[in-house]
């Protein structure tokens, strides 16, 4: 039984002791203090189905074995020394990652997380066009820092600071968007806004596949390419941030650009890449890799070897349990019995394999956002949730995640829904 502080205790110490920028979910923060796999367990040893995963990050399970053990058996033998050094681990885990990438992305630069990632692509998107202007997507996440707040694309996260030379350009967002799944008709905005707003020239342009922060939405079909062929023209460079749709999460496909059919030049990534271990990646190709390499680029605790060996350990755990697959079948077992409540509460699905998202409406055809309804149902589920205006449940569990996680889920949520 857990012996430590109690939750009560935790949540004062830390209006103490942790900045009030801090926020929590529920009324009654819960107290996780164990994880096995898809389950959690909170101090008085009661066990809840992990549909969150840590906001996307546990990929493989909470404490899964394997990264266990290759991170103990690398923390027991050498824990940190930076790549001053050389090291076993760092290339290992370089190898590994570049032979999932398609094309000429052979080339890795780690870092401990998304943001950091986000900041060096920028970096090098600016540096190898020789141009300044950056295209982000409305209501898109890519981190919380001073430069990569230009490019998150939702009010709530951007303090009023200088955003730098970034454009936001119309979200295609098949459910609330302007011209729903028409893609050249968003990327016709991507052209006007390179023409109106910039020297005609740009340095890149960056997007997450599925946005998850802003509430689960998945880009129309074919857009990517458009816009990606659109940046190129004017000299960008094109970003994919698979901070939460990589690994197989999508089940249909390994990355979530390729639900697009693109190849982008430069893909950031972490959450999931860890399994929970602080870690986060750049892969690009050789020449724009090069740019930084006019200066010095160095990050301590980058490709450290007890991420390095985590992180090979999740790619493998990965493969070897076929979690790609596993998230196809699962994600449309779960979509189709959530689809079967659609008729009964008012809400869009959406999603693929096991990166999902319900949407809460008061009326279908005005789409309001059912901001009171999800309210209470947030603090009935313990669920997580996103969106702008909160309405959105997202779902992505652990990839080891079950077909009958998946039924317990829907008829949690059908019988707290049938109550209000
Ligand atoms: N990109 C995306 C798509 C994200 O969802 C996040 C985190 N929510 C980030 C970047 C930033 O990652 P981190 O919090 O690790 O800095």
New binding site residues.
């Given amino acids: 039984p857990y012996a430590g502080m109690a939750g009560a205790e935790i949540f004062e110490k830390r209006k103490a002791v942790l900045g009030p920028s801090l926020f929590h979910y529920y009324q009654k923060p819960l107290n996780i203090v164990e994880g096995k796999m898809q389950y959690l367990y909170d101090e008085h040893g009661k066990r809840y189905l992990d549909c969150f995963g840590g ?2 990050t546990v990929s493989c399970g909470h404490c899964h074995q394997d990264i266990v053990n290759a991170v103990v058996e690398q923390t027991k033998l050498l824990q940190h020394t930076t790549t001053i050094y050389l090291h076993h681990a760092i290339v290992e885990f370089a190898e590994a990652l570049t032979s999932k990438m398609p094309g000429n992305l052979k080339v890795v630069y780690f870092v ?7 900041e060096l692509a920028m970096l090098m998107a600016r540096l190898y066009s020789g141009n300044l202007s950056m295209i982000a997507l409305r209501n ?6 001073a430069g ?1 707040i230009g490019l998150t694309g939702l009010q709530t996260w951007k303090y009023p600071i200088p955003q730098g030379e970034i454009h936001h350009v119309m979200n295609p967002d098949p459910y609330r968007g302007t011209f729903g799944s028409d893609a050249a008709a968003y990327a016709k905005e991507v052209e006007e806004h390179i023409t109106y707003g910039s020297s005609g020239r740009v340095a890149g342009f960056i997007a ?1 596949t599925f ?3 802003g509430g689960a939405v998945e880009l129309a079909p074919g857009y990517l390419k458009l816009a990606y062929d659109i940046v190129r023209k004017a000299g960008g460079v094109c970003i994919a ?5 990589g690994f197989g999460r999508t089940g249909s496909h390994y990355w979530g650009f390729q639900t697009q059919d693109v190849i982008p030049d430069i893909v ?1 990534m ?2 999931g890449i860890g399994n929970g271990l ?1 870690l ?1 990646a750049v892969v690009t190709t050789p020449e724009i890799a090069s740019v930084l390499a006019q200066r010095i680029q160095f990050n301590t605790f980058g490709g450290n070897p007890v991420c390095s060996a985590g992180g090979l350990a999740v790619l493998n755990v990965l493969d070897k349990e076929k979690r790609q697959a596993h998230c196809a079948d699962v994600g449309s077992h779960l979509v189709e019995r959530l689809k079967s409540l659609q008729q009964k509460h008012e809400r869009d699905v959406r999603g693929r394999g096991l990166m999902l998202g319900v949407e809460l409406v008061t009326d279908r055809k005005e789409k309001t956002p059912a901001k009171a309804e999800t309210a209470v149902l947030f603090e009935k589920l313990k669920v997580g949730k996103g969106g702008l205006h909160g309405n959105v449940f997202r779902i992505k569990p652990p990839m080891c995640f079950s077909k009958d996680d998946a039924d317990f889920l829907v008829e949690a949520m059908d019988y707290a829904m049938s109550g209000i």
């Fill in positions: 906001i996307v401990n997380s998304g943001t950091e990632a986000n898109a996440y890519h981190g919380g820092s990569t997450e946005q998850g922060v941030d698979e901070v939460q749709s950031t972490a959450k602080p986060g």
